[in-house]
C-alpha cells in the first residue's frame, strides 16, 4: 500500500507562491503518473498537473504558466510550485499516484491552500 503525505499549503496573500510537496512511501518503476488535483468546497475534484514517470507535464488551463509540477525521483517526492497565487486557487489540494498497469489510484490526505489578503 502506497503512502502519500502533502505538505506546504497555508494562507497567502494575492499575487504570493507557495511550494506543495507530495512524499510518496514507494514509487513504482513501471508506468504511471503523479498528479495534483484540488477541490473548492461545493466543487468537483479537478486535475491541476499531472507529470508522467517518462517526463511529460499537463495543466489545468487556468494555471498554466503559474504553476509547475516537478519531481525529485531520489526523494520519492512530486513538488507543486505555485506562483502568483488567484483568490480563485483556494482549495484542499491532494495528491494522487496512478500506476497504469495495476489501474490503481492512491491519494494523500490533503493540504489546505487559501488565497486572501
Known amino acids: 500500500q502506497v503512502q502519500l503525505v502533502e505538505s506546504g499549503g497555508g494562507l497567502v496573500q494575492p499575487g504570493g507562491s507557495l511550494r506543495l510537496s507530495c512524499s510518496a512511501s514507494?514509487?513504482?518503476?513501471?508506468?504511471?503518473?503523479m498528479s495534483w488535483y484540488r477541490q473548492a468546497p461545493g466543487s468537483q475534484r479537478l486535475l491541476v498537473a499531472r507529470?508522467?514517470?517518462?517526463?511529460?507535464?499537463n495543466y489545468l488551463d487556468a494555471v498554466k504558466g503559474r504553476f509547475t509540477i516537478s519531481r525529485d525521483n531520489a526523494n520519492k517526492t512530486t513538488i507543486l510550485q505555485m506562483n502568483a497565487l488567484k483568490p480563485e486557487d483556494t482549495a484542499v489540494y491532494y495528491c494522487?499516484?496512478?500506476?497504469?498497469?495495476?489501474?490503481?489510484?492512491?491519494w494523500g490526505q490533503g493540504t489546505q491552500v487559501t488565497v486572501s489578503l
Open positions: 494522487n499516484l496512478n500506476i497504469y498497469a495495476t489501474k490503481k489510484d492512491y
Open positions: 514507494e514509487v513504482p518503476s513501471s508506468v504511471h503518473a
Open positions: 507529470i508522467f514517470s517518462h517526463g511529460v507535464t
